[in-house]
């Protein structure tokens, strides 16, 4: 079975430049996770999908940071402008779980891409 | 507000020690705890914990879930210096869909 895949593994730019970044979750998973791990510090949430709606965006700076899931396979992320403090992995994750599958214990796991590892000169 | 502890942050022990990682959690709705490895790549899935006081264990790993006061420990027996990595712990929501990081535990393991 294919993993989570991300590109680019590796990205340069300077302050205010604009990035993307790209996902290809698991062949059948609903649920896809963009985060953000700034380094020393655990994955911070910063967008989720459920096939190709948003669930939840709450700590998604709109400003700057921009994600779609247009057909509810891959998904983008998008930073524009950047800035020094976005220097972070961008990490891709996926999972089967869908709305009213409560209390699936089958279907826990979070299966996470290689990351993308954004610094901002 | 949600939120996941882990206790120590940082820890380094010698090859053969035994380590316990600690992590306790405030969620609403919580259903699982998940034990994550992260060396340089993306986090590596360990375990899965949903019931109270059963103990899972693979290989020199082992870990165990306490729904009643809220917390969970991950063991390492016989450490090696492939252990050094970060472990993370997240808690998983009754739905499968929030999940709420911890800060992780950076274990180096010297030779």
Known sequence: EAGVAQSPRYKIIEKRQS??????P?????????????????PKL????????????????KDRFS??????????LKIQPAKLEDSAVYLCASSLASPGRRGNS???ELFFGEGSRLTVL | EDK?????LSLVVHEGDTVTLNCSYEVTNF??????????????????????????????LSSILDKKELFSILNITATQTGDSAVYLCVSRDNYGQNFVFGPGTRLSVLP
């Open chain 1, 19 to 24: 990035v993307a970044f790209w996902c290809n």
């Open chain 1, 26 to 42: 698991i062949s059948g998973h609903a649920t896809l996770y963009w985060y953000q791990q700034i380094l020393g510090q655990g």
């Open chain 1, 46 to 61: 910063l967008i989720q999908f459920q096939n190709n709606g948003v669930v939840d965006d709450s700590q998604l700076p």
């Open chain 1, 67 to 76: 994600a779609e899931r247009l057909k509810g396979v891959d998904s983008t």
């Open chain 1, 106 to 108: 089958n279907t826990g």
């Open chain 2, 4 to 8: 996941v502890v882990q206790s120590p």
């Open chain 2, 31 to 60: 259903r699982s705890l998940l034990w994550y490895k992260q060396e340089k790549k993306a986090p590596t899935f360990l375990f899965m914990l949903t019931s109270s006081g059963i103990e899972k264990k693979s290989g020199r």
